[in-house]
């Protein structure tokens, strides 16, 4: 980075840090960002990174998390999404020079990211982890809750440090689910904690998180709306730092928090589609077109250093087409 660059980043921090200090930080009216796509594309989906010090063996597998960053760019993705928990502190601004140094190669390559805010961006003082997280991503505007439109797909980002069932972010949320565009065929649903996962708190193996009771409701009434909907549904989560997929209520609920945080296995519930008891270190990549969404799971594990790619795990969501709702009428 120039000096020019350099200098041009101190003052935009400092812009940031003192509206966060002084006016204290609020939610404004949501961006509703585009991308243009022609035709079928790939993105991926993936959480849970920790970027911090490679020598903090505990917080984060910095060659894992290193070696992910690079199948992602070698995959070359429309864009990625992140599911939160991007680095270890948010009010570190080390963490995110590690961040920065890390995905250079995503920005040469033009791949462009979509975040959701996890718990640990907001770790220390709110207004130093906000100021940190918006300089990196000014398109946000200062938005922790938004919309990204691209093709046939509408991502919906949430806010799970607050309570999705209530207040502004629930209010722009029903608005978005009552006026879905006639042309969406899948609207994607990226947040941090996820409504359904197999992981407990008190695993008997460690480590882990239960679904939490705001999560479950905003389940429910996303499983009630899909019975009358459409467009497809899809719940992208993380928080779990392993990979989980689960089909209920007509939606496919994804955990996808093996970005390279500190991992564990999680205790598989009888009948999961995913069975595997191993560490799953991963990022999801989508295939997007008229048809339908194909994810397929890249997991990576290093063997003598050198990461080894399989894919242990796929699932096709088709679309439904719009002459079909018409004649179920």
Do not use: C
Not at 149 to 158: P, V
């Amino acid at each position: 980075m120039g000096v020019r660059a350099k200098a041009v980043r101190r003052i935009v921090s400092a812009l940031f840090l003192g509206m966060f200090a002084a006016a204290g930080w609020a939610q404004t009216q949501p961006v509703e960002l585009r991308q243009e796509i022609q035709g079928p594309f790939h993105f991926v989906s993936y959480g849970d990174t920790r970027f911090t010090d490679p020598n903090d063996t505990k917080a984060s597998n910095a060659p894992v998390r290193q070696a992910i960053v690079q199948g992602i760019a070698d995959a070359h993705p429309a864009f990625v999404v992140i599911g939160g928990d991007i680095t270890f502190n948010g009010n570190d601004v080390n963490d995110w020079l590690t961040w920065e140094k890390e995905t250079a190669i995503w920005r040469k390559e033009g791949i462009r990211v979509y975040p959701a805010i996890g718990n640990h961006e907001m770790h220390g003082e709110k207004s130093v982890a906000l100021a940190n997280y918006f300089e990196r991503f000014p398109e946000l505007s200062g938005n922790l809750f938004y919309s990204v439109r691209t093709a046939n797909i509408l991502l919906l980002i949430l806010d799970s440090s607050v309570d999705e069932n209530s207040g502004p972010q629930h209010d722009w949320l029903i608005g978005q689910l009552d006026h879905i565009p006639a042309d969406v065929d899948f609207v994607l649903f990226v947040m941090h904690h996820p409504p359904i996962t197999s992981s407990h708190e008190d695993s008997p193996l460690g480590g882990g998180h239960d679904a939490r009771p705001e999560e479950q409701a905003l389940a429910a009434m996303l499983e009630e709306r899909q019975q009358h909907e459409r467009a497809r549904f899809v719940v992208l989560g993380s928080h779990v730092h392993n990979y989980e997929r689960h089909e209920h209520g007509g939606i496919t609920y994804f955990v996808t928090g093996g970005g390279g945080a500190h991992a564990y296995p999680i205790e598989r519930a009888p009948g999961d589609p995913y069975p595997d008891h191993r560490i799953n270190y991963h990022f999801l990549d989508v295939t997007v077109d008229s048809t339908g969404l194909n994810f397929v799971m890249n997991r990576v594990e290093l063997q003598n250093g050198a990461p080894v790619w399989t894919q242990p795990d796929s699932v096709t969501i088709h679309a439904v087409p719009a002459t079909a709702q018409a004649a179920a009428k």
